[in-house]
């Protein structure tokens, strides 16, 4: 923001490139650490562009709530491509850089598939309100043209707000040694390496956290409390039962996703070390992609029987 004023002096020249130093101390470790990530970016990115497969050719699963679950598929596998490939090869190579191009590139797109998720899971939860607590209406209220619309709206938002954040933070002039104490270009360990006084920005760039982040989370909160309470009033425990399970693979989504993100962007900054903001990336960055082809097809009847379907289908056509 204007009005930061330089707090080093004037003999330190500005920063051109990055230097990650996340896993320097386990150098011992980094090829095994590698094959470990390079499998559980195999198996998200192949788990994911299976459940899209499965949706575009299965005719049952042409649904809004599936149309939700494809985009969240196709973020899911943008959003670990952005920082787990570049992972992989800093833990192969002994110079461990990024120029601040690079650094910008990959903190935009990160940011926007990020804020873009938050958004798209509060579409998916307002699917499930309209078909829980109004089913015959379910067909009207959630058209394809609404959840086009929906879909669209998450991803400008994500692009507009993050666009704007990112465009902010590389404005700043970046000096001193540039070593980041991170494994990518993440918004707060990239900040701290500012030159500038940047303790009003932060509260800004709070503020924002707090409202982009907050608010989806808000209506997917009122959102469930409807959905509650419609299946609590539904007589038949079948039924009930029927109607929570519908939710309770998005639940779980929800409940990964937001946990990780407001441990990490809505908590003081002197709450932050780079030991639990590692910790914490690596549960958003890596683990949490890799769980959602898992919760989606072990919780979920219908893709586990389109599966079956496509699988025999390809068995029998071996066989023929």
């Not at 330190?12 to 390079?38: D, N, P, R, W």
């Not at 900054?269 to 769980?291: C, N, Q, R």
Request: net charge positive.
């Amino acid at each position: 923001m204007s009005g930061s004023e330089p707090i080093v002096s004037g003999n330190q020249s500005l920063c051109t490139k990055f230097t990650f130093i996340a896993f320097s101390s386990l150098a011992e470790l980094q090829l095994v650490l590698f094959i470990v990530f390079l499998i559980i970016y195999l198996f998200t990115v192949g788990g994911n562009l299976i459940i899209i497969c499965l949706i575009w050719v299965t005719p049952s699963l042409h649904s809004p709530m599936y149309f939700f679950l494809a985009n969240l598929s196709f973020l899911e596998t943008c959003y670990i491509s952005s920082v787990v490939p570049q992972m992989m090869v800093h833990l192969l190579v002994e110079i461990k850089t990024i120029s601040v191009g690079g650094c910008a590139a990959q903190m935009y797109i990160f940011t926007i598939l990020g804020l873009t998720e938050c958004c798209l899971l509060a579409a998916m939860a307002y699917d499930r309100f309209v078909a829980i607590c109004y089913p015959l209406h379910y067909t009207l209220l959630m058209g394809p043209q609404v959840c086009l619309k929906l879909a669209a709206a998450s991803w400008i938002t994500g692009v507009v707000v993050e666009s704007a954040q990112t465009t902010w933070i590389f404005t700043l002039p970046f000096c001193g040694t540039g070593k980041i104490q991170h494994f990518f270009c993440d918004i707060i360990p990239v900040v701290k390496l500012a030159c500038v006084d940047t303790s009003r920005n932060e509260v800004v760039m709070f503020a924002v956290s707090m409202l982009f982040i907050m608010s989806p989370c808000l209506l997917i909160l009122c959102s469930y409390m409807r959905i509650l309470g419609t299946i609590l009033r539904i007589p038949s425990a079948a039924d009930k039962q029927k109607a929570f399970s519908t939710c309770s693979s998005h639940i779980l989504v929800v409940s990964l996703f937001y946990g990780t993100a407001l441990f990490t962007y809505l908590q003081p900054k002197t709450a932050h070390t780079p030991e639990t903001d590692k910790a914490t990336a690596l549960m958003y960055t890596v683990v949490t992609p890799a769980l959602n082809p898992v919760i989606y097809t072990l919780r979920n009847k219908e893709v586990k029987e389109a599966l079956q379907r496509v699988t025999q289908k390809n068995a029998l056509r071996q066989i023929a």
